[in-house]
Nanobody, 125 residues
């Protein structure tokens, strides 16, 4: 079973940028679709972005389209989320996960691993 560790969160002003990282250990994620989710205070966890194993296909929730970019480095077993032009409504704990199903894609992403601790992103206005 892979373990996922998120990092890179912090406090930033609106309009600023952050780059989140998700490092996997315990098993390779090179062949898995990977995704980012977030949970804002008082809200359910929501999908943010997903990326195919090759990195050639990505999918985003509408609210982050054009501002966030998901990428991956399979050699490092790591997935990234570059977040630009951050808004106060992006404030949340961000989590990554993997879809281990062989038939998955970024548009069909379903998390299949236990959730990690996440990393807190706070955007001030």
């Amino acid at each position: 079973q892979a373990q996922l560790v998120e990092s890179g969160g912090g406090l930033v002003q609106a309009g600023g940028s952050l780059r989140l990282s998700c490092a996997a250990s315990g098993r390779t994620i090179r062949s898995s679709v990977m995704g980012w989710f977030r949970r804002a205070p008082g809200k359910e966890r929501e999908f943010v972005a997903a990326i195919s194993w090759s990195g050639l296909s990505t999918h985003y929730v509408d609210s982050v389209m054009g501002r966030f970019t998901i990428s991956r480095d399979n050699a490092k077993n790591t997935v990234y989320l570059q977040m630009n032009n951050l808004k106060p409504e992006d404030t949340a704990v961000y989590y990554c996960n993997a879809d281990l199903r062989s038939s998955s894609s970024p548009y069909l992403f379903s998390p299949t691993l236990a959730w990690g601790q996440g990393t807190q992103v706070t955007v001030s206005s």
